[in-house]
Every structure is written in C-alpha cells, then in structure tokens.
Nanobody
Framework: QVQLVESGGGLVQAGGSLRLSCAAS????????MGWFRQAPGKEREFVAA????????YYADSVKGRSTISKDNAKNTVYLQMNSLKPEDTAVYYC???????????????????WGQGTQVTVSS
C-alpha cells in the first residue's frame, strides 16, 4: 500500500533551519504531484509548497516564499522541504501529501491530495 513517511522535524530557535524529508513507497513516485502542508493547533491545514511530477516547477505559499525550497529525488522516491529563517509562526505539524490526478494546475487544496503521511512536528522557539 501507499506509504508516506516524514522525518526531520524538531525544535529549533528562530532564524534556524530544518530539512524535512518524505519517503514514499507503494506508488509510482513520478506520477504524483507532491506537496507539503502544515497544521498548527486550532488552525486548518494549510498549503506550504508543491512540486510537479518532473520536479521542474515548484509552488510556495506566500508565508514561506523565499525562505523554503521544495525538491525531490525521483531515484530515492523522496521529497524534501528545506526551511530557512524559521519563525515562531512556522510552528506546526508538517505533512507531505501526494496528488495523483492530472490537472492543469498544481492544487493547494488538501482534499485534492489522496495520500498523506503521519506528519512531523516543527517547533520554532523565539
């Protein structure tokens, strides 16, 4: 079955960096748009970043643009999220997700992603 397993979260001071990883199995990795989402306590899950199947195009939420980079290694079936200049408001559980539908846009809507990992906690202290 499809499995997405995130890692790399942790506690970091404001201004620090983290690199999240998401290892995928049970799917044809290159057939999926891969996304990162996050959910803070009491808030809805929100889009962070996404990358097209080929890895050639990337998309970011305004809140992380310029501070984060999404990338993927198709040979390793892994997608990454490098986050720099972290802020306390980045504190959340971060999830990776896979969208298998072929669309003429990259979705930022959680419900359009079919597969999800269990999440990894990112805590940024001030």
């Amino acid at each position: 079955q499809v499995q997405l397993v995130e890692s790399g979260g942790g506690l970091v001071q404001a201004g620090g960096s983290l690199r999240l990883s998401c290892a995928a199995s049970g799917l044809t990795f290159t057939s999926y748009v891969m996304g990162w989402f996050r959910q803070a306590p009491g808030k809805e899950r929100e889009f962070v970043a996404a990358i097209r199947r080929s890895g050639g195009n990337t998309y970011y939420a305004d809140s992380v643009k310029g501070r984060s980079t999404i990338s993927k290694d198709n040979a390793k079936n892994t997608v990454y999220l490098q986050m720099n200049s972290l802020k306390p408001e980045d504190t959340a559980v971060y999830y990776c997700a896979g969208d298998r539908q072929y669309r003429d846009y990259v979705s930022q809507v959680p419900s359009q992603y079919a597969y999800w990992g269990q999440g990894t906690q990112v805590t940024v202290s001030s």
